[in-house]
Each structure stands twice: as structure tokens, then as C-alpha cells.
């Protein structure tokens, strides 16, 4: 069974770097095909897709926020972190970190997140 | 890639179909999810690749389109589907469209 649970602070704030970390079982970021990817979602608002981290450490940003953000894998602690520069309260939301999920046989190029964590508020507040 | 959806919200009844329509700003082929959100719940996906139904997602949820128009269709809503429900295109990075909610009529 897959499980991820994000973690970090609840409160930062503006112009700080945010700090989250992914913890997650039940497989290895070091099997080829494996990817965890970061989410958030300000409070009543849509999904926005952050950052995905690959197997072999491929590395993929939202281009509107990939100035700001790093994602990194620690294999043998089966972690994921996600920093995020020059916080704004603008970026208070939920921080939801997900499995990349594909599909198998002719469908293996098809890709989605699940699970997903329990996701973490982040408030950006002075 | 740009995604809206249509509509925004809607009020439907138990036992209602109901359509939301999800479309891109440049042709994806049928690279195409579906989730679906309940308040304070993390999203759980419900079809890929356009008009795959994820295991254990009941039938009378489909999936159509390709290109740059999708449909997400559910058959007889029940109780359990008031939800918001998000598209996601994994063609060129996985971009979510701005959401459908759906509510009680």
C-alpha cells in the first residue's frame, strides 16, 4: 500500500523560503518509472501543479513558478523535498505531495497522480 | 497549455446526468485526467488517458474526447458525487483546469 504524508511549517513568513518534505512508503523513488510530484491549492481555489521528481532525478517545474522552486529526492530516507523561495501570502494554500501514477501495456505513457498525502496547510502571514 | 472548464458550477439532482466539459488551448491528444475533490479530502482520480476509468470508480462515470475538447459525463448522480471535479492534462506537464463543482438542486 502507498502512503505519503507531507511536512513542515504552518506559518511563514513573506520573503522566507518554505521547506516541505514528503515522506512516503510502500515503494522506491529508486525503481525505474517512479515519480512523486507536489500540488497545492489555496483555500477554495483549484489545484495547481507544482513539481515532479523522476526516478533517474529528471526534474520538472511549473514554468510560472520554476524560478522559486526546488525539488530534490532522498532514496534512502524515501523522501521528497520541495523548497520554495521569496514566500508571498499569496502562496497560502494546501501543499499536497502525490505519486505519479502510469498506466500499463500500450497505456504506459499516460500519467496521473495517486494517492495523494493528506496535504499540509501553509499560511503566509507576517 | 491553457485548460478552462465548463461550467463552472452546476445544481443537479439525485438520479440527474450531468456533463462538464473541459477544454485546452492546444491539441493533447487523449492526455487527459479527471479527479474528483471533496471538502478536505485530497483529489482521487477517476479517468485517464480521456476515457479510462480508474479501478473501483463506479461505471456510471465515463470519459470522452481528445484533441483539445473532453467530457467528463456521470450517469444517475448519486449522493457520494457532489464534488468538484478538476481536468488535468499530462501531455506537456500536468496543468489542472479551474474546476466544476457540483451541488445539490
Known amino acids: 500500500q502507498i502512503t505519503l504524508k507531507e511536512s513542515g511549517p504552518a506559518l511563514v513568513k513573506p520573503t522566507q523560503t518554505l521547506t516541505l518534505t514528503c515522506t512516503f512508503s510502500g515503494f522506491s523513488l529508486s525503481t525505474s518509472g517512479v515519480g512523486v510530484g507536489w500540488i497545492r491549492q489555496p483555500p477554495g481555489k483549484a489545484l495547481e501543479w507544482l513539481a515532479l521528481?523522476?526516478?533517474?532525478?529528471?526534474?520538472r517545474y511549473n514554468p510560472s513558478l520554476k524560478s522559486r522552486l526546488t525539488i530534490a529526492k532522498d532514496t534512502s530516507k524515501n523522501q521528497v523535498v520541495l523548497t520554495m523561495t521569496n514566500m508571498d501570502p499569496v502562496d497560502t494554500a494546501t501543499y499536497y505531495c502525490?505519486?505519479?501514477?502510469?498506466?500499463?501495456?500500450?497505456?504506459?505513457?499516460?500519467?496521473?497522480?495517486?494517492?495523494w498525502g493528506q496535504g499540509t496547510l501553509v499560511t503566509v502571514s507576517s | 497549455i491553457q485548460m478552462t472548464q465548463s461550467p463552472s458550477s452546476l445544481s443537479a439532482s439525485v438520479g440527474d446526468t450531468v456533463s462538464i466539459t473541459c477544454r485546452t488551448s492546444?491539441?493533447?491528444?487523449?492526455?487527459l485526467n479527471w479527479y474528483q475533490q471533496k471538502p478536505g479530502k485530497a483529489p482521487k482520480p477517476l479517468i485517464y488517458?480521456?476515457?479510462n476509468l480508474q479501478d473501483g470508480v463506479p461505471s456510471r462515470f465515463s470519459g470522452s474526447g481528445s484533441g483539445t475538447d473532453f467530457t467528463l459525463t456521470i450517469s444517475s448522480l448519486q449522493p457520494e458525487d457532489f464534488a468538484t471535479y478538476y481536468c488535468q492534462e499530462s501531455y506537456s506537464s500536468f496543468t489542472f483546469g479551474p474546476g466544476t463543482k457540483v451541488d445539490i438542486k
Open positions: 488517458a480521456a476515457s
Open positions: 521528481i523522476y526516478w533517474d532525478d529528471d526534474k
Open positions: 502525490a505519486h505519479r501514477r502510469h498506466g500499463s501495456g500500450s497505456n504506459y505513457g499516460f500519467n496521473w497522480f495517486d494517492p
Open positions: 492546444q491539441r493533447i491528444s487523449i492526455y
